[in-house]
């Protein structure tokens, strides 16, 4: 990721757009490769991507305002990035309201106490911040649980403490 996607994606943050407007404007400008294709074209005029930008955003009730944010993209030749201004995007806007997303990896057969024991970890982790948890049935894990945060993990699974086990017994 580049300094200039990082600083693009605060500027599209400080424009104070709704979440979800940007979730469907990316939504949209992701649909068709040959968007992507025509706005990374060099060869096509600037006042012509511009236009068709402007067509494609309107007709979807995109604002005005974040479509010229797509329009300055193009003009400054940084569509290319348009991946990572997301990506970085929505981790700056998660910094900036105290949230953060979990993933919760169980077992079909998973307890209300192991879930809440799996809050509890965070709680105490993420003081003060927001817990946005997304549930995912693995039967593999055997029981317990993993919770993932970014690049985080938190592997209290049956699967985990039997390879735990494994490893002292035969000495890896």
């Known amino acids: 990721m580049t300094r200039e996607s990082v600083n693009n994606a605060k500027v599209l ?3 104070s757009f709704d979440r979800s407007e940007v979730e469907r404007a990316q939504e949209i400008y992701f649909l068709s490769s040959k968007l992507q294709q025509v706005m990374n074209n060099p060869t096509i005029p600037y006042e012509k991507k511009a236009d068709i930008l402007e067509k494609i955003f309107s007709k979807a ?3 005005e305002k974040l479509v010229k944010f797509f329009q300055v993209m193009c003009k400054h030749n940084e569509s290319c990035e348009m991946k990572d201004i997301f990506k970085e995007y929505y981790r700056y806007s998660d910094k900036m309201k105290k949230i953060i997303r979990a993933q919760f990896f169980c077992t079909s057969s998973v307890t209300a106490k ?8 965070l709680s105490e982790k993420y003081s003060g911040y927001t817990i946005d948890w997304k549930k995912t049935v693995d039967d593999t894990l055997l029981g317990g649980y993993i919770v993932k945060v970014g690049n985080i993990e938190y592997d209290k699974s049956y699967r985990n403490r039997l390879r735990q086990l494994e490893e002292k017994l035969t000495g890896r």
Do not use: V
């Open 61 to 63: 009730g995109i604002s």
């Open 13 to 15: 943050y400080r424009l």
């Open 114 to 121: 192991e879930e809440e024991k799996a809050k509890e970890l």
